[in-house]
């Protein structure tokens, strides 16, 4: 019931054309870069998703966690504009619910976004390399299971994002907040396995050609800062709710 309301909301916002056409905008970014300068990369001996990965993931991963914050700020500012968050919090509803309803939308939101740019790699590899890798089935477990890793690793980012957008009445100065985290997250040194675990900076992390230990201990603690992050949200609403 939560999220059927969640997505009658996302008709205030236009967050279902943003994102699907924030997703057509990235997936454009390496069919444009192939087209200008294929023979930088074709020549190249590494796995051809590997070298598409390496070439392009760095700004579409930017676009993609800019999408999700200002999605994020968006679905609370609805709430907020209208005191809405106070109404609900009124009722007789358990607690979470407004924030896991944004969670899961936010999260589908992201799924959309996703598909065209692993679209767009594909039709690369088709089109550019030799082919030969689309004939193997090997190839979309690989091409499914990236993509799968890719949106896990952007949950911890969507949670945060929207904790923080819950803090704050103003958009604003919740905006402003995600955008100086990203910042931060693009100046953190990405060999560093500690400091990748920022929830801001996952997202940048391609995983093409990486160890598989490597790959599983990014995967485990992004469930762990998953989790964390909803603890640190039920504790967060408690707190407001003594002061409100």
Known sequence: MSYIIECKKLQRTGLILTFFGGGLLAALIPVLNMAFRSEMYITQNEPPLQILFDANWQIMAMLNILLIVSGACALYHIEYGDNAIQKMAALPLPGNRIFLGKCLVLTVLATLMLLPEILSLVFCIYYWFSGAEILNMAFYREIFAGYGCLLLLML????????IASTFRNMWISLGVNIVCVFIATMLPTN?????????????????????????????????EILLIGIAEMI?????????
């Open 156 to 163: 911890p980012l969507i949670l945060i994002a929207l904790l």
């Open 192 to 224: 560093n396995f500690a400091l990748s675990l920022f929830p801001f900076a996952l997202p940048f992390q391609t995983l093409a050609g990486t160890d598989g230990r490597r790959v599983i201990g990014f995967m485990i603690c992004a469930g762990v």
């Open 236 to 244: 967060y609403r408690n707190i407001r709710r003594c002061f409100e």
